[in-house]
């Protein structure tokens, strides 16, 4: 029996891009049309299985008003980030070089639309 490898991968971007409801609908499957901002610092743990093997992500969402002082303590001890910005708000696109500025670590960019009526 092997152990299953494990990831801990933070969430990042500006204030009320998606990060919470994203991880909310990656681990429960779930969508909320409102959700309350992040204060602080939270995670969830979504198990994904690849090539055959179990991998663990422990996935962490920032509060994306406190760029500086919370995420950069957590992008030190992580293995990679998804940096999210809102594809309806050009700000959140513009922020995305201070991010990658500040994360010395793999990243994957991920557009998101927030808040869209259909």
């Not at 990042?12 to 998606?18: F, L, N, R």
């Not at 939270?42 to 760029?67: C, H, N, P, S, Y």
């Not at 303590?73 to 700000?91: P, W």
């Amino acid at each position: 029996m092997t152990s299953e490898k494990a990831y801990r991968i933070v969430l990042a971007g500006d204030a009320a891009v998606g990060k919470s409801s994203f991880l909310l609908r990656l681990c429960k499957n779930e969508f909320k049309l409102n959700t309350s901002a992040t204060l602080g610092v939270d995670f969830q743990m979504k198990t994904l299985i690849v090539d055959g093997e179990a991998v663990l992500l422990q996935l962490w969402d920032t509060a994306g008003q406190e760029r500086c002082v919370i995420a950069k303590s957590y992008f030190r001890r992580a293995d990679g980030v998804l940096l999210l910005y809102d594809v309806t708000c050009e700000k959140s696109f513009l922020n995305v070089r201070e991010w990658v500025d500040m994360i010395e670590i793999s990243i994957i960019l991920c557009q998101f639309m927030c808040n869209m009526n259909l």
